[in-house]
């Protein structure tokens, strides 16, 4: 049975940083690109990032180039999402998805498996 688990969401201050962390189970992990997607209150699901499942490329929205990285440990299966310089228009529901064999794809049907997401709020 294939789990992806969201973790490291919370509240964060306008500027602030957060790490959010992937950890998958029950897939063989280096053969899948990695992407995360969020969701905000209302709003349409949104890609984020994505990398591919060889590791070598990553892919950003616009909206948070430069102030995201995305990242990926196949030893300990789990992608990550390092969050810097936050706006209140990060303020989503995280998620992160497994493509197999993918290449960092920005549509969500191309993804295979979900998890059920992380909340990140950032506020003052």
């Known amino acids: 049975q294939v789990e992806l688990v969201e973790s490291g969401g919370g509240l964060a201050q306008p500027g602030g940083s957060l790490r959010l962390s992937c950890v998958a189970s029950?897939?063989?992990?280096?053969?899948?690109?990695m992407g995360w997607f969020r969701q905000g209150a209302g709003m349409e699901r949104e890609y984020v990032s994505s990398?591919?499942?060889?590791?070598?490329?990553?892919y950003y929205a616009t909206s948070v180039r430069g102030r995201f990285t995305i990242s990926r440990d196949n030893a300990k299966n789990t992608v990550y999402l390092q969050m810097n310089n936050l706006k209140p228009e990060d303020t989503a529901v995280y998620y992160c998805?497994?493509?197999?064999?993918?290449?960092?794809?920005?549509?969500?049907?191309?993804?295979?498996?979900w998890g059920r997401g992380t909340q990140v709020t950032v506020s003052s």
């Open positions: 990398i591919t499942w060889t590791g070598e490329s990553t």
């Open positions: 029950g897939l063989t992990f280096s053969n899948y690109g």
């Open positions: 998805a497994a493509d197999y064999k993918g290449w960092g794809v920005s549509t969500d049907h191309n993804y295979d498996y």
